[in-house]
């Protein structure tokens, strides 16, 4: 796996130091966090369960083994991890059948970016075929690869999803603007040793040294990105 030991900070051919962009799904491009929840919810309803609101922050952002396995505890469900799984995936896919819903300033972004040819990743915590269902609605030509949660052996909040994105694009960690809308994918992406933007969704991200808060994507285009990734001589 790529070291996360920042390397010195060089300019590229186009001069620019930012070498790629690695872009979160759920509630970053897609307006979907709501969906998960709403179906987790209707999901434990029909096994005799109430969840509680609290648990939502708990969930959100994670892992589907992560989150199945904290609701099942939490509840007592007579249900395992993998057959829970198979049911939100498949609600899921159900729910974003007819449209995928775009969160505000995606379009403009990722039109910017496949415009200017800039490096493009799609990682995640869902499933593959979750992923492949959502790309045909933002054009998987935008991306040149997606990493998905039942992908790595370690999602997040681990660094390895950003770590293989950047690899796979050839770009080191310290390079590369990650784009996130969550506490756990925050944390990804700052162990990875990435330059975040987080742009929250769901729950609150605290600030910190290095990473940048801001209100939606509307605020966020690539003369914005560029200037996160300082040039050294």
């Known amino acids: 796996m790529t070291s996360t030991v920042p390397a010195p900070v060089a300019r590229t051919a186009d001069g620019h130091a930012l070498q790629a962009v690695l872009l979160d799904m759920d509630g970053t491009l897609v307006d979907t966090e709501g969906f998960w929840w709403e179906?987790?919810?209707?999901?434990?309803?029909?096994?005799?369960?109430?969840?509680?609101?609290?648990?939502?922050?708990?969930?959100?952002?994670?892992?589907?083994?992560?989150s199945a396995a904290?609701?099942?505890?939490?509840?007592?469900?007579?249900?395992?991890?993998?057959?829970?799984?198979?049911?939100?995936?498949?609600?899921?896919?159900?729910?974003?059948?007819?449209?995928?819903?775009?969160?505000?300033?995606?379009e403009r972004l990722l039109a910017e970016l496949a415009r200017h040819n800039v490096p493009t990743a799609l990682v995640s915590a869902s499933h593959r075929r979750v992923i492949d269902r959502v790309l045909r609605a933002l054009g998987p030509e935008r991306f040149a690869l997606s990493v998905a949660g039942d992908e790595v052996a370690r999602?997040?909040?681990?660094?390895?999803?950003?770590?293989?994105?950047?690899?796979?694009l050839g770009a080191h960690p310290s390079r590369c603007a990650v784009i996130e809308d969550t506490a756990t994918g925050v944390a990804s992406a700052e162990a990875a040793g990435c330059r975040v933007v987080a742009v929250p969704s769901v729950g609150v991200i605290a600030p910190a040294p290095g990473r940048t808060i801001v209100r939606s994507l509307e605020d966020v285009d690539l003369p914005f990105l560029r200037s996160l990734i300082t040039p050294m001589n």
Do not use: C
Request: net charge negative; no cysteine.
């Open 70 to 106: 904290f609701l099942i505890e939490s509840t007592g469900a007579a249900v395992t991890i993998g057959e829970l799984s198979v049911l939100l995936n498949e609600r899921f896919e159900a729910r974003i059948a007819d449209q995928v819903p775009m969160m505000p300033g995606a």
């Open 155 to 168: 999602t997040k909040p681990h660094p390895d999803p950003y770590l293989l994105a950047a690899r796979a």
């Open 39 to 66: 179906i987790e919810v209707d999901v434990f309803a029909e096994l005799g369960h109430r969840l509680e609101e609290s648990w939502r922050d708990v969930v959100v952002g994670g892992p589907m083994t992560r």
